[in-house]
């Protein structure tokens, strides 16, 4: 990866770096960053305000070079985990969701360049950020007084008799180039001390020292503008000469600093104060708003028009979106279940029957069956996609039989609109069942069971097999009769309408279940 300029970037390795906005503040993101680039490229303190824009250019090139070379690497770690999956529904709604992330994380990584709070360096927090503009400096101009080195005599040759004598130098003419000396060392050698500016970082015009009365004191007077430096950068007494009476300050331009007009923004017009203008407009050029797909949290892809989302004359609002494909947010809609979860969960519980005996059984597999999402995109620029709102684009994959087992509720795991006459599951206990008995109570294997105790302790599978061959089964009526002459069931069939009353607990029992609801039933043998 290089910049512009083809510098390469292998002096800032990938890993350690964090780019999360949830993780850390934008100030704790951010100045790594800096510290690296300054490192290469220069500080800002020490770049000239006519070459400060170019440092933010290159500065703000290097952080999407590293958030490219992030994206870049995501993608490629998940093409290797399930690039051999790209039909599955759930692979592809995994995908779409990543670049989602991605494309949140390049929008995110632009810096505001708004003006700092506190001087005239642009803010490099991240764009869109909350609380004040932040330069992440310490504020202050680190250049020399330009005043105070005007007024430092320059050094004068000495004579020179031949070509063996060197020139001599002018004592204490080593501290310029070593370091700054202290007003004693000055005077030692003859000197007169010199000064850092006084003004705050990224001021426009001379560097002034604030130390001495370089200039003028007075307030300048359009201190109530924007972009204001306060103070008059004029030489003290200027004001004595007629045409040069007005008080102004070193600041290149003056804005209006009224706020923009577009509602949401929160930035100060940045119009010359002078120009006359009707909407106020700040530096950002991008739309703010929100994408208007309601899953999305990506911005608005406009990049040239600040007011895109301000209805134009004939009062329609236009929708925002992102440029991004997006999730579909609705349920699969064909027919059958899209997925059946089975979690195998053993729990051993106590159960206590109505005929005095107790005893330990074992729960086992929780089952649900599932509806998936839709995992057809979005078109980008349109809020919605054509056709049936579909969980997989693989024409080999079928639904599920959505009949559930009558004793244990769990779904028929055949294809939905099977042929096969009978239904297929794996079973489990029998939690929707109760048992019935012509006596009072009866033995299953070594349990004895009253009549109207819950079958939750068996299972479907296994209870059949204890009890052995003849035994019955009872199930609502197809027919939803409300007396025997009424009931259709063919005998052939292995049914037969009841024929005997089997208790009013059972009958009680039974009724009051939601899947059991018909108060005739017809007796199935086995």
């Known amino acids: 990866l290089t910049l512009d300029d083809g510098q390469e970037m292998a002096w800032l390795d990938d890993g350690g770096i964090i780019l999360g906005r949830s993780v850390k503040p934008d100030h704790d993101l951010v100045l790594p960053l800096l510290e690296a680039f300054s ?53 592809q709604i995994l995908q779409r969701e990543v670049r989602g992330q991605l494309t949140r994380l390049m929008q995110n990584w632009s810096l505001c360049q708004t003006k700092c709070k506190d001087c005239f360096y642009p803010c490099l927090l991240l764009k869109y950020h909350d609380g004040d503009h932040d330069c992440i400096s310490d504020h202050k101009c680190h250049h020399m007084c330009t005043f105070c080195q005007e007024d430092t005599p320059q050094d004068k040759e000495s004579s020179v008799d031949n070509s063996d004598d060197v020139e001599e130098e002018k004592p204490g003419a080593q501290w310029k180039h070593e370091r700054n000396p202290s007003a004693s060392e000055r005077a030692e050698h003859g000197e007169e001390q010199q000064f850092r500016c006084g003004d705050q970082a990224g001021h426009g015009g001379k560097h002034d020292c604030k130390e001495r009365n370089h200039t003028c004191p007075e307030a300048c007077h359009l201190f109530e503008k924007d972009n204001c430096n306060h103070f008059c950068a004029k030489k003290t007494g200027h004001e004595l000469e007629p045409c040069d009476a007005e008080h102004r300050c070193n600041a290149l331009q003056h804005l209006c600093g009224s706020p923009c007009s577009l509602v949401s923004c929160g930035n100060k017009c940045i119009t010359p104060y002078e120009l006359n203008h009707e909407r106020h407009a700040c530096r950002d050029t991008a739309c703010p708003m929100k994408c208007c797909i309601p899953t999305c949290n990506n911005k608005c892809s406009e990049v040239h028009d600040h007011f895109h989302g301000i209805p134009g004359e004939d009062g329609v609002a236009v929708n925002h979106f992102c440029g991004m494909e997006h999730l579909c947010a609705d349920e699969c809609q064909l027919d059958g279940i899209c997925e059946i979860v089975s979690e195998r969960i053993i729990e051993k519980k106590q159960f206590k029957t109505s005929a005095g005996d107790e005893f330990e059984y074992q729960s086992v597999t929780e089952q649900n069956g599932t509806r998936k999402k839709c995992c057809l995109p979005i078109p980008a620029n349109q809020k919605m996609h054509q056709g049936q709102h579909r969980c997989t684009t693989d024409e080999n994959r079928f639904h599920f039989c959505e009949t559930r087992c009558p004793s244990c509720d769990y779904f028929c795991t055949l294809e939905y609109n099977h042929d096969e006459t009978l239904h297929s599951t794996e079973h489990g206990n029998m939690r929707l069942t109760y048992i019935v008995s012509e006596q009072d109570s009866f ?84």
């Open 443 to 526: 033995t299953v294997d070594t349990r004895r069971y009253g009549r109207g105790d819950s079958g939750e302790a068996e299972m479907c599978n296994f209870h059949c097999k204890g009890l052995g061959r003849g035994h019955i089964h009872i199930m609502p009526c197809e027919d939803k009769a409300t007396s025997e002459d009424a009931c259709t069931v063919s005998k052939a069939d292995g049914k037969q309408h009841q024929t005997c009353k089997y208790g009013a607990l059972c009958r009680r029992q039974m009724v009051s279940n939601t899947r059991r609801v018909n108060t005739v039933h017809c007796v199935e043998g086995r």
């Open 39 to 91: 490192r290469v490229h220069g500080s800002r303190e020490e770049t000239e305000l006519d070459q400060l824009a170019a440092w933010c250019d290159a500065f703000q090139k290097m952080v999407t070079k590293v958030s490219e070379r992030r994206c870049h690497r995501v993608e490629k770690w998940l093409d290797s985990h399930v690039g051999s999956f790209t039909d599955d529904g759930d692979v």
